[in-house]
């Protein structure tokens, strides 16, 4: 029996494979897929749940690794199978999820690195500033609220140094 951890077999079973020619890109695709949920499982506990009083800005899950994948219709089920940017995080009662992202949800996500208010982050997106499309992104930040992809960063004044605290509330 193997008595190393996850990490370790996957971390072994690239070069393995790359050795015995059956590596081709699909495959490390999917190891490179499963390392980063191995990641998301081995991370710290759980995001804190703290009422949103105070200022409360939108900030981006702390628990999240964004992913651009090519090949995953090579290994994921038909109704998974979409290439693109992935993100894999761990929602506020801690079950872990992934969840495939458009490009205005990635750029949301990036945005929101640094806590920034709603009315902010939808004029830093919409810069021409087109009301359908203002609505557009409020509507994508909204559902990345309910999904826990973005939180609310709940800040006093003399916690500007710290990480964040987070509420999806």
Do not use: C
Not at 58 to 79: C, D, M, W, Y
Not at 95 to 116: D, K, R, Y
């Amino acid at each position: 029996m193997y008595a190393g951890t996850i990490e370790q077999f996957i971390d072994f079973l690239g070069p393995f494979l790359r050795k015995s020619t059956e590596l081709d890109e699909t495959v490390a695709e999917m190891l490179r897929w499963e390392k980063t949920k191995n990641k998301l499982r081995t991370l710290g506990p759980r995001l804190a749940i703290i009422p949103a009083n105070g200022t409360a800005l939108l900030v981006r899950n702390p628990s999240l690794i964004i992913e651009r994948f090519k090949r995953t219709p090579g290994f994921l089920a038909a109704e998974e199978s979409a290439s693109g940017i992935f993100a894999f995080y761990r929602r506020s009662d801690g079950t872990t999820t992934i969840s495939a992202l458009g490009e205005l949800a990635a750029l949301i996500l990036e945005i929101a690195l640094n806590p920034i208010s709603e009315d902010d982050l939808v004029t830093v997106i919409s810069a021409a500033g087109d009301e359908g499309a203002r609505a557009d992104i409020r509507l994508v930040v909204k559902k990345m609220r309910e999904s826990h992809l973005l939180a609310r960063s709940v800040r006093s004044s003399g916690e500007r140094d710290r990480p964040p605290a987070v509420s999806t509330t």
